[in-house]
């Protein structure tokens, strides 16, 4: 059981490289997240989906694209990588609104850890 | 400005004592609340939520207490265990079909031995 499954666990970027960070997730969950975490902040919503195609921005959107082709993936984006955006980012999927008890439940993939020098 | 507050980074607890942990929130519109569990190198996963309508939900060895009036809610973990030693997070949100939770700065619970 998969569940979210996030690549790389480990990235080191030069300032100004761009790069994909992937999610996956298996559970046909409708919404799917990016979090970025950092020291003595919560998790901040970077971008959201609540369905194949559509896409929004969160708290901290800028620096990040997000494009969602398909129920199970959904990349984030980095144009042109800077060191402000050194982080913990975090995927996380839930079931849509109406899909059962477990509707209200977001399940986060384990983190990847990215160092832009 | 957090909207969202979790004022203890750290909290030390003997085995099979009582660890409660604490979050107040400024946002009188958020009506439904999630506390997570992390461990190293691992995502948040869920422990427990409670809607506004409630004051108090209990799972286990696990009980959220909400205290509306002083937008204060606080997690009690009874009898407390080594392997509940992690980060603890507190999330509000308004409404419990959004996918917008505003987090609180978490809480590193240390259970003792």
């Known amino acids: 059981n998969a569940g979210v499954t996030q690549t790389p666990k480990f990235q080191v970027l030069k300032t100004g490289q761009s790069m994909t960070l992937q999610c996956a997730q298996d559970?046909?969950?409708?919404?799917m997240s990016w979090y970025r975490q950092d020291p003595g902040m919560g998790l901040r919503l970077i971008h959201y989906s609540v369905g194949a195609g559509i896409t929004d921005q969160g708290e901290v959107p800028n620096g990040y694209n997000v494009s969602r082709s398909t129920t199970e993936d959904f990349p984030l984006r980095l144009l042109s990588a800077a060191p402000s955006q050194t982080s913990v980012y975090f995927c996380?999927?839930?079931?849509?609104?109406?899909?059962?008890?477990?509707?209200?439940?977001?399940?986060f993939g384990a983190g990847t850890r990215l160092s832009v020098l | 400005d957090q909207q969202v507050k979790q004022n203890s980074p750290s909290l030390s607890v003997q085995e099979g004592r009582i660890s409660i942990l604490n979050c107040d929130y400024t946002?009188?519109?958020?009506?439904?609340f999630l506390w997570y569990k992390k461990y190293p190198a691992e995502g948040p996963t869920f422990l427990i939520s409670?809607?506004?309508?409630?004051d108090k939900n209990e799972d286990g060895r696990f009980t959220v207490f909400l205290n509306k009036s002083a937008k204060h809610l606080s997690l009690h973990i009874v009898p407390s265990q080594p392997g509940d030693s992690a980060v603890y997070f507190c999330a509000a949100s308004v409404g419990s079909g959004t996918y917008k939770y505003i987090f609180g700065t978490g809480t590193r619970l240390k259970v003792l031995a």
């Open positions: 996380a999927s839930r079931p849509g609104q109406g899909r059962g008890s477990g509707k209200n439940i977001q399940y």
């Open positions: 559970m046909n969950h409708e919404y």
């Open positions: 409670i809607s506004s309508i409630k």
């Open positions: 946002n009188s519109m958020f009506d439904y």
